[in-house]
């Protein structure tokens, strides 16, 4: 099992410029969540899902859009990137709300 | 507002000593506490995960000990190694109705272990 990936590793953008993060499972996980990391902060949810065609959003959702139209697949948007969306961006899948998390390796986006 | 606190922001050990981290929360209603381990570059791998009628639990030479009517927890790692450096998160997660929960993640501490 590869577990959650994450494409891509690095990417660098130009405000304004657009881009789509792509998150995978292959642990059949009902859920999954997109996380910024930010130095000095704890790791903040952006958008979420309970299951296939489901979204909802976190506590930073503004700026971003997220889909989910297969279950093993969470796709996070930028529409158009500005400088404070530079960040570490992870991946995150589980079985149930309450059940353990499992991470990917992280998206290191940069946008100038 | 729900919040998380982790003690100290960093540490640094010598090879083979014990550390303990700390984490207060002020979370209510508490589901349950986890610690994960973030090694430099990577994702957060999970430690532990306690439910608030646990007072401990351990993972190898990690364990992790809570006491919900203070809500505090700590991490204590016993012959650390140097593999051990990295960063330890606590989050906290608390049911927010409807089958949602809601985590809430400390910053972390980091800690370098040094020969």
């Known amino acids: 099992n590869a577990g959650v990936t994450q494409t891509p590793k690095f990417r660098v953008l130009k405000t304004g410029q657009s881009m789509t993060l792509l998150c995978a499972q292959d642990m059949n996980h009902e859920y999954m969540y997109w996380y910024r990391q930010d130095p000095g902060m704890g790791l903040r949810l952006i958008h979420y899902?309970?299951?296939?065609?489901?979204?909802a959003k976190g506590e930073v959702p503004d700026g971003y859009n997220v889909s989910r139209l297969k279950k093993q697949n969470f796709l996070l948007g930028l529409e158009s990137a500005a400088p404070s969306q530079t960040s570490v961006y992870f991946c995150?899948?589980?079985?149930?709300?309450?059940?353990?998390?499992?991470f990917g390796p992280g998206t290191r986006l940069t946008v100038l | 507002k729900n919040q998380v606190e982790q003690s100290p922001q960093s540490l640094i050990i010598l090879e083979g000593k014990n550390c303990t981290l700390q984490c207060n929360y002020t979370v209510s209603p508490f589901s349950n506490l986890r610690w994960y381990k973030q090694d430099t570059g990577r994702g957060p791998v999970s430690l532990t995960i306690m439910t608030f009628s646990e007072n401990t639990k351990s993972n190898g030479r990690y364990t992790a000990t809570l006491d919900a009517d203070t809500k505090q927890s700590s991490l204590h790692i016993t012959a650390s190694q140097l593999s051990d450096s990295a960063s330890y998160i606590c989050v906290v997660t608390l049911y927010s109705g409807a089958g949602s929960y809601q985590l809430t993640f400390g910053k972390g501490t980091k800690l370098s272990v040094i020969p």
């Open positions: 995150a899948s589980g079985f149930r709300g309450l059940n353990e998390q499992f």
């Open positions: 899902s309970v299951g296939e065609g489901t979204t």
